[in-house]
């Protein structure tokens, strides 16, 4: 009997917080597009996360227990290897679908247009803090410099991403400051088939267990040499290079944008 391929794998990593993970599925769950299955990756120390999974009684839900405390990349790469579906998408178990027609919105643009390698979702920051430059971006220009989504990330967190079965890049498990922003301008390097989807929306949570509240300025700076090699960033004044290159990455694509808005 062949098995059925479901169009979506929401893969959850998850770290000792059922409340969270609760108000994740939940919103997974009233979704009006259900061709999905759900994957849960468990870090925890403790087993709250295995007894609120036995409670959903979902054969849609598949759990794995980690034996040992691993790192969140490694975390991240082993439940996307557990995805069977058509596509893939790594949902943090602090962020959320905004509404129930996320699935179906996205869907609808595969049957419309075809096969995406990647789509991009929009997101809405829960604490409601909000950047100027938040969809000020040209995706032509994304694709002509995608180094530049190093010093700024238009696209938020990986809950933002969905990625083809056929895409074989994992995010590199000796990052942590830029580990959702290298994976993302290798994907522009390596695919064309790329779609930013501005109507639907991921809500971003703002708990205090993310990665990024415990990562050193010492650190930020040894990523961005790992990746580009410029020696600059051997240095401590390096982070105002990086302040530098974010504004000059801001400027270029929002003055971009405003042409070609004047020119159509």
């Not at 468990?42 to 959903?56: A, I, Q």
């Not at 990349?73 to 027609?101: C, I, Q, S």
């Not at 803090?129 to 990986?158: A, C, E, G, R, W």
Request: charged share 25%.
């Amino acid at each position: 009997m062949i098995q059925h391929q479901p169009f979506l794998s929401i893969c959850i990593p998850s770290y000792n917080s059922v409340e969270l993970i609760s108000r994740s599925i939940q919103s997974i769950m009233k979704q009006s597009f259900n061709d999905f299955e759900i994957i849960i990756s468990d870090d925890s120390t403790n087993e709250d996360v295995f007894d609120f999974y036995n409670s959903l009684k979902d054969n849609r839900i598949n759990y794995f227990k980690h034996k040992s405390i691993i790192n969140a990349t490694e975390n991240w790469n082993f439940v996307l290897k557990k995805a069977k579906g058509r596509y893939k998408m790594l949902l943090h178990h602090d962020d959320y679908f905004r509404n129930n027609l996320i699935l179906e919105k996205i869907y609808n643009d595969f049957l419309k247009n075809g096969e995406m390698m990647v789509y991009f979702l929009n997101f809405i920051n829960e604490d409601k803090f909000k950047k100027f430059y938040y969809n000020k971006f040209s995706m032509k220009q994304i694709f002509k410099h995608p180094d530049n989504l190093l010093y700024v990330n238009y696209f938020s967190t990986p809950s933002c991403l969905i990625i083809n079965q056929k895409v074989d890049l994992y995010y590199n498990e000796e990052l942590k400051w830029l580990v959702d922003v290298d994976l993302y301008s290798r994907l522009f390097k390596k695919f064309n088939r790329i779609k930013f989807i501005s109507n639907t929306s991921i809500v971003i949570g703002s708990g205090d267990e993310r990665i990024t509240n415990t990562i050193l300025k010492k650190e930020i700076l040894e990523e961005f040499y790992l990746l580009t090699q410029k020696k600059i960033f051997r240095f401590k004044f390096g982070i105002y290079f990086l302040q530098f290159m974010k504004l000059k990455v801001i400027l270029i694509q929002y003055f971009n944008l405003k042409f070609s808005d004047f020119y159509k």
